[in-house]
């Protein structure tokens, strides 16, 4: 049997980066990623005795991480710092990529989710990057399957707009 600093350690390591990945799509600064990530593990090793014995963690490591989102983007907003995508000029010299993509249609992906409402961005990103089905999505965002193929829609749709792609296509 495995100590269970060992268990966490595994852990942390497989689904870290995991939640990182997920927090990309939700928010463009780094530091705020950094705080949400950090803090959705903090919390993980806090609980580990109940989350270890869990059969699939994703639900509540996700949901963890969102509520840690929200409440760095919270605090940042207190403090003045304009957070929302429309309100952040854009400084990037032309041509410059982001360090989490390749490709400049993956950013313009990026910074169309990161524009959408909350809902549909946090289940296109968990459907898009975690390919989870649909109601472990509604585990995690705590509403109805029906709601989250709602979301889901009007965010594709809105990707749509977003990204100029034609609506008829």
């Given at each position: 049997?495995?100590?269970?600093?060992?268990d966490?350690?595994?852990?942390?390591?497989?689904?870290?980066?995991?939640?990182?990945?997920?927090?990309?799509?939700?928010?463009?600064d780094?530091?705020?990623?950094?705080?949400?990530?950090?803090?959705?593990?903090?919390?993980?090793?806090?609980?580990?005795?109940?989350?270890?014995?869990l059969?699939?963690?994703?639900?509540?490591?996700?949901?963890?991480?969102?509520?840690?989102?929200n409440?760095?983007?919270?605090?940042?907003?207190?403090?003045?710092?304009?957070?929302?995508?429309y309100?952040?000029p854009?400084?990037?010299?032309?041509?410059?990529?982001?360090?989490?993509?390749?490709?400049?249609?993956?950013?313009?992906?990026?910074?169309?989710v990161?524009?959408?409402?909350?809902?549909?961005?946090?289940?296109?990103?968990?459907?898009?990057?975690?390919?989870?089905p649909?109601?472990?999505?509604?585990?995690?965002?705590?509403i109805?399957?029906?709601?989250?193929?709602t979301?889901?829609?009007?965010?594709?749709?809105?990707?749509?707009?977003l990204?100029?792609?034609?609506?008829?296509?």
């Amino acid at each position: 049997m495995k100590p269970e600093s060992e268990d966490f350690s595994l852990f942390f390591a497989r689904w870290e980066p995991q939640v990182r990945r997920y927090l990309v799509w939700l928010e463009g600064d780094r530091s705020v990623i950094d705080d949400a990530a950090q803090e959705t593990m903090i919390s993980t090793l806090r609980y580990w005795t109940t989350v270890k014995d869990l059969h699939r963690p994703q639900a509540w490591l996700f949901k963890v991480a969102g509520q840690r989102l929200n409440d760095a983007q919270e605090a940042r907003r207190r403090l003045g710092v304009r957070t929302s995508p429309y309100d952040l000029p854009d400084r990037s010299p032309p041509g410059a990529r982001d360090e989490f993509s390749v490709h400049d249609d993956r950013l313009a992906i990026l910074d169309a989710v990161r524009k959408l409402p909350p809902q549909q961005a946090t289940a296109i990103a968990l459907q898009v990057q975690h390919d989870l089905p649909l109601k472990e999505i509604a585990d995690i965002m705590c509403i109805s399957t029906g709601s989250v193929k709602t979301h889901l829609h009007h965010a594709r749709k809105a990707l749509k707009l977003l990204l100029g792609e034609d609506e008829g296509g």
